[in-house]
């Protein structure tokens, strides 16, 4: 396990970050001013009510959003005005709220693409899918398409693809959108074990507390593009800010 944890990442940045980030769409202040530091072997949940800018910014982070301010960081190193593809190269891989899989390929052919985006050839790229498949315990729908699978086998599929560059910073928007209690149960080990198993920095916004809670080492929470709150769960559980602009009394 901990050769796998270590295999391919050399001299992987230790943080990812965004410093003083502001986004505009018409006059729609969506990020004003976010600085954040996702950290290599985290989890860091990314909170807030609908709209409060969550999106943008993994958009920012991944190369689909240039900030109208500030920059974005990988080790230190300033890769702002760097192209999605080449960040995915450098060990930065996401998943979307709308799955987005490739509808007529097999489930296989689908994970492989991730490895293949990060600069893999096909060989090596299906023996990564493989063995990425193998791991979420999901080999034996290999060769189903991709369009025939149930919504959470799909969303895990997703997971995979991402996984399959065997990323340094991965980040997961809103996994269990849509999934039932077991699901996200399957979902919460899965998370945990992507941390264990592969060492990586993971970002994940979701609505659903109990997962965000049970998982993450520290909260950052923005509301109407602003960061309200960041810390151990603990803390944000109890701050009264953040209960007032969203978590109500959900979180005890
Ligand atoms: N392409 C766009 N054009 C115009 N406005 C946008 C665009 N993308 C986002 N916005 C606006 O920016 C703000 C932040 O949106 P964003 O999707 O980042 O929020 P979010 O926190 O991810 O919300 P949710 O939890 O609902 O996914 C919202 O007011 C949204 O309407």
Known sequence: MQERKEAGRGHAPASLETIDVAVHFQGVRAIDGVSLTLNLGEILGLIGPNGAGKTTLVNVLTGFQQPARGSVRMGGEDITGLVSYKRSRLG??????NVLLFGGMSVIENVEAGAIACGLDRHA???RAWETLEWLGLAHLAEARADTLPF?????IGIGRALCGRPTFLLLDEPAAGLNTAECDELLTIISGIRKEFGCGVLLIEHKMPLVFGLCDRIQVLDQGRTIALGVPTAVAA???VRQAYLGDEVA
């Open 239 to 241: 701050d009264p800010l």
């Open 125 to 127: 790229g299906r023996r």
């Open 152 to 156: 959470g086998e799909e969303r895990r």
């Open 92 to 97: 930065l891989a996401r998943t979307f709220q």
